[in-house]
């Protein structure tokens, strides 16, 4: 079972910046995106960001200009730099592979529909 393992999340004032990393366990061969969603308490998960196998990028409109999504295809990690960071901003970031594609330490190849991260914990004070 290839996990997705997110971090960087942390507590940073109004105008700060975080950077969160997800590693995916196992080698990426394929995917069709890579995500970063958030949930703020009391609050649907909301889709951020994403990258695609293309290199395409896509944002919401709160965080456009301020949030940038990127990945490291030899790392099989997806980076999500956040600038200028509001209170707004605080929630739980999960990290999100559509339709990935791994090979795992043993050797195989498993396909699945999606992984998710188990969530890093961004708060930002005012």
């Known amino acids: 079972q290839v996990q997705l393992v997110e971090s960087g999340g942390g507590l940073v004032q109004a105008g700060g910046s975080l950077r969160l990393s997800c590693v995916a366990s196992g080698i990426v061969l394929n995917f069709n995106a890579m995500n970063w969603y958030r949930q703020a308490p009391g609050k649907e998960r909301e889709l951020v960001a994403g990258i695609s196998s293309g290199g395409s990028t896509r944002y919401i409109d709160s965080v456009k200009g301020r949030f940038t999504v990127s990945r490291d295809n030899a790392k099989n990690t997806v980076y999500l730099q956040m600038n200028s960071l509001r209170p707004e901003d605080t929630a739980v970031y999960y990290c999100?592979?559509?339709?990935?594609?791994?090979?795992?330490?043993?050797?195989?190849?498993?396909?699945?529909?999606?992984?998710w991260g188990q969530g890093t914990q961004v708060t930002v004070s005012s």
């Open positions: 999100h592979f559509d339709k990935p594609t791994y090979r795992t330490d043993w050797g195989d190849i498993v396909a699945v529909a999606d992984s």
